[in-house]
Each structure stands twice: as structure tokens, then as C-alpha cells.
T-cell receptor, first 115, second 109 residues
């Protein structure tokens, strides 16, 4: 298993540009999520999905869109990039989004700089 | 989800046990205690979780007090590769994790 993969690893954008961060998992996990991590801070939840066709907002959703058309993929779209979105973005997945304990698996991250 | 309190940083000598404390005084009955760690610039890595009883796996041990208001993660023989930020997270039925700033554990040779 490749686990959770993210592309690209690094990206530089200009203010106002749009882009999509890709996330894929091959573990047949129902639950997927996106976090951002700013310097010296913990991770903050942007959006999450409990299954194909179902998404919901996390703590910091503004400026980001998501969709979940397949179990494997959960792309994160930046609509109009702003310098405040400069961060490291992590995608995570777990077997289920409800009930009981289950560990989350994280991808290696995408380092985004918005100029 | 209940909030957690951890020391900002700790040091440990290589080969010694590292004991990382966490306070979660507002934890409720159905909430689990999770530990993750993040080695520099990498994605967080799951370590262990528990509800009431102490737990042990190949990476670490988790000791939860009887009143469940605090816990300790124990790395029995710390190595330089264990230098990382360790996050204590209390999680209920929802999968979403709420990360604080964690504890930076530095293992010294």
C-alpha cells in the first residue's frame, strides 16, 4: 500500500491564482480530511469527508473547496490564493468517521507559498 | 472534544525512558486519549490510544490515571529518532482531531 499520497510536494502561487492540491489513499478508508499547519502551530482542520459524496467544513474552511467523487481521492481547491494561505497542508484518512477508536494516517504534506 | 494541556518542551537522554505528561481534566466518558507525533516537517504519525486501561504497543506505553484526568506517554528507550513534537489529543465519536501545540521532545546523545 502507498498509504496517503499528496501532490505536489511544493508549490508557489501568486495572489489570486487558483490551484488544486491532490490527495489519494489506497486503504479503502471512508474518512478523509485536510489540515493546515502554520509555523509553530498545531494542525487545524479545513474540510473533511465521511464518504464519497459527503463533505463538511472544519475549523478554517474559508477560501477552500472540496469534493469527494470517489473513495480514493479528496482534492482541496484554493479558489483565489491569498498570502494568508501560505502553509503546509496535510491530508489524512481513517477507516471510518464515526464511533470507536481508529487511527488516522497522514500524507507527507504540501508546502504552499503564496506571494 | 476535551482540551488538553502539555508542557511546551522536554529533554531526555538517549537510552532513557521519556515520560510525556498530558492533562485532560474535562474529558468525558466516551472520549479516547490519542497520542500522535510529528517528526520535523513530516505528517503526524499515530502512536497509541486508550480509553480507561493502560495500553502498550511496539512504540510506547500509555498510562491513564484512574479518574482519567491525565495521562502519560512513555517511550521506554528513547533514541535520537524519537526527537519530535508529541501531541496528546482527546477525541470523541467524531474522527476529526483537534491538535494543540504539543510537546517538543528533544532526545540528547
Amino acid at each position: 500500500n502507498a498509504g496517503v499520497t499528496q501532490t505536489p510536494k511544493f508549490q508557489v502561487l501568486k495572489t489570486g491564482q487558483s490551484m488544486t492540491l491532490q490527495c489519494a489513499q489506497d486503504m479503502n478508508h471512508e474518512y478523509m480530511s485536510w489540515y493546515r499547519q502554520d509555523p509553530g502551530m498545531g494542525l487545524r482542520l479545513i474540510h473533511y469527508s465521511v464518504g464519497a459524496g459527503i463533505t463538511d467544513q472544519g475549523e478554517v474552511p474559508n477560501g477552500y473547496n472540496v469534493s469527494r467523487s470517489t473513495t480514493e481521492d479528496f482534492p482541496l481547491r484554493l479558489l483565489s490564493a491569498a498570502p494568508s494561505q501560505t502553509s503546509v497542508y496535510f491530508c489524512a484518512s481513517s477507516y471510518t468517521g464515526f464511533g470507536g477508536p481508529n487511527e488516522q494516517f497522514f500524507g507527507p504534506g504540501t508546502r504552499l507559498t503564496v506571494l | 472534544d476535551a482540551k488538553t494541556t502539555q508542557p511546551t518542551s522536554m529533554d531526555c537522554a538517549e537510552g532513557r525512558a521519556a515520560n510525556l505528561p498530558c492533562n485532560h481534566s474535562t474529558i468525558s466518558g466516551n472520549e479516547y486519549v490519542y497520542w500522535y507525533r510529528q517528526i520535523h516537517s513530516q505528517g503526524p504519525q499515530y502512536i497509541i490510544h486508550g480509553l480507561k486501561n493502560n495500553e502498550t504497543n511496539e512504540m510506547a506505553s500509555l498510562i491513564i490515571t484512574e479518574d482519567r484526568k491525565s495521562s502519560t506517554l512513555i517511550l521506554p528507550h528513547a533514541t535520537l529518532r524519537d526527537t519530535a513534537v508529541y501531541y496528546c489529543i482527546v477525541r470523541g465519536t467524531r474522527a476529526a482531531l483537534t491538535f494543540g501545540k504539543g510537546t517538543l521532545l528533544t532526545v540528547n546523545p
